[in-house]
Every structure is written in structure tokens, then in C-alpha cells.
């Protein structure tokens, strides 16, 4: 009967460890391909620009195509042609949204302008920011927004003075719809009042989850956890019988 009951729990454990071990992260929205790394069109974040921009923010809202926790998140960002060292951090944060407005922010993340490239450069723009410390459910029948802004802006008379510009998905500026997010991008001239772009405009975002834990291998380890209790409960009634 022990042996039984220690196999089973061997058996368990391996399921469990099996089905922990595969549930990578997946993409639960995206606009890019895996080969996308700039493109022609960029929107300005941080640029001052009187009377027009005053700390300029920009954020792309989607619908996760399933429900997980938030890895990470893949833009198109670069830097603009002010000296690095003038130039704020960029801060990309997460928000629940509505109709491609933010709502509450999640998390937020800072980066100085030395991490990204330069954009006068067209080169390899695509960057990687990881919330996964945050653990930030996402709910697939939820709305999300990302956005890019600084805490300071930048003075500047053109878009290349913007301390940081975001991509706009190669789809989108060509007018192609089938990589589309179904929401076009937000932007806050004055960092404060957010609209939603008239035509369409998609930031190229990529947002990866994890799976949330399924019921079976909750219940395996449950299952496991039990037989554990009730051996240990056995071996220690045998030894108290034998002593």
C-alpha cells in the first residue's frame, strides 16, 4: 500500500513539474512581426514644442486575445537628437483603459536615453521591457493601454528634438489592417489630456503573458500535497505502534 500510494505521489509530482515546466509566456496582443525593428513613421514623447506640445505622451490600448500574467512588453523606441545626457529617462507604463483612454496605472518602468538607439540612425529600434516582477494579471475581456512619456520634456522645434520617439507598426503606415489592434493610438500633447488618434495609427507594440495556473495542476498538486500529509501520517502511527 505505501508503495503505491509513494508511486502515485512520484507520478503527480512529475505531471505537475511537466505542466509548470511548458507554460512559457505567449503573445496575447501584438502588431509586429518578429523581423520588424523600425519603421518610417515615429511618434514624439517628451517634446516641448509651445503651443503645440508640452511633454508629449503617446500609449497604444489593446485587448489581451487571452488571460495571463504580463511578462513583458516589446516596442519600437529610439532617442532623439538632443545629447544623451540632457535627455530624461523614458518611463513605459501599463494602465487598464477604456475606449483608449487610461484609467489606473499598473506599473511603470524608467530607462535612460543610453539604452536606446539613436533615431537618426533607422537601425534596430525593437526593445524589450520587462514587467514580469510586477505579476499584473491581464483579463482577456479587458481593455490595456502602454505608454511613453518622461517626467520632464524637452525643449525642441521638430519631432527629431524629442527626447524619445515610438514607432508607429510598419502596418499601419502602409494602411494594412491585418496585424491591426483594433484601437488606434492615444496621445496627451500637454502629458495630461488624452485623445485618440482620427485615423488610422497603431504604436508597433508586442505583449507577452504567462498562462494563469490551470485547474488540473492545481488539483495535482493539491492531490500531491494530500497523499503527502496522509503517508507522513502513517509512517509516524507506525513508529509510535512500534515503539
Not at 38 to 45: G, R, W
Not at 207 to 231: D, H, K, W, Y
Request: glycine share 8%; charged share 15%; net charge neutral.
Amino acid at each position: 500500500m505505501k508503495s503505491k500510494s509513494a508511486l502515485t505521489i512520484v507520478i503527480l509530482i512529475a505531471i505537475a513539474s511537466r505542466a509548470l515546466a511548458v507554460s512559457g509566456d505567449f503573445i496575447v496582443a501584438s502588431n509586429l512581426l518578429d523581423g520588424q525593428i523600425h519603421s518610417n513613421a515615429a511618434e514624439e514623447v517628451g517634446l516641448v514644442r509651445l503651443p503645440f506640445d508640452n511633454n508629449t505622451k503617446g500609449g497604444q490600448s489593446f485587448t489581451p486575445l487571452s488571460s495571463g500574467f504580463l511578462t513583458s512588453v516589446v516596442a519600437l523606441v529610439s532617442h532623439g537628437s538632443q545629447p544623451v545626457s540632457a535627455t530624461p529617462p523614458l518611463n513605459v507604463s501599463v494602465y487598464s483603459s477604456a475606449s483608449g483612454f487610461p484609467i489606473a496605472q499598473l506599473a511603470t518602468l524608467s530607462f535612460p536615453a543610453a539604452n536606446f538607439s539613436a533615431f537618426s540612425n533607422f537601425g534596430d529600434n525593437r526593445k524589450t521591457f520587462d514587467f514580469s516582477q510586477f505579476n499584473i494579471p491581464l483579463d482577456s475581456s479587458h481593455e490595456y493601454m502602454i505608454t511613453f512619456g518622461t517626467t520632464n520634456g524637452t525643449s525642441g522645434q521638430s519631432g527629431s528634438d524629442s527626447p524619445f520617439l515610438v514607432d508607429w507598426s510598419p502596418s499601419s503606415v502602409i494602411g494594412d489592417h491585418s496585424l491591426s489592434l483594433s484601437r488606434n493610438f492615444s496621445i496627451a500633447t500637454d502629458g495630461i489630456s488624452w485623445q485618440v488618434a482620427g485615423s488610422y495609427r497603431e504604436l508597433g507594440i508586442v505583449v507577452r503573458a504567462i498562462p494563469e495556473p490551470s485547474t488540473i495542476v492545481l488539483s495535482v498538486i493539491g492531490f500531491t500535497a494530500l497523499l503527502t500529509r496522509r503517508r507522513n501520517r502513517t509512517r509516524r502511527k507506525a513508529l509510535i505502534a512500534a515503539s
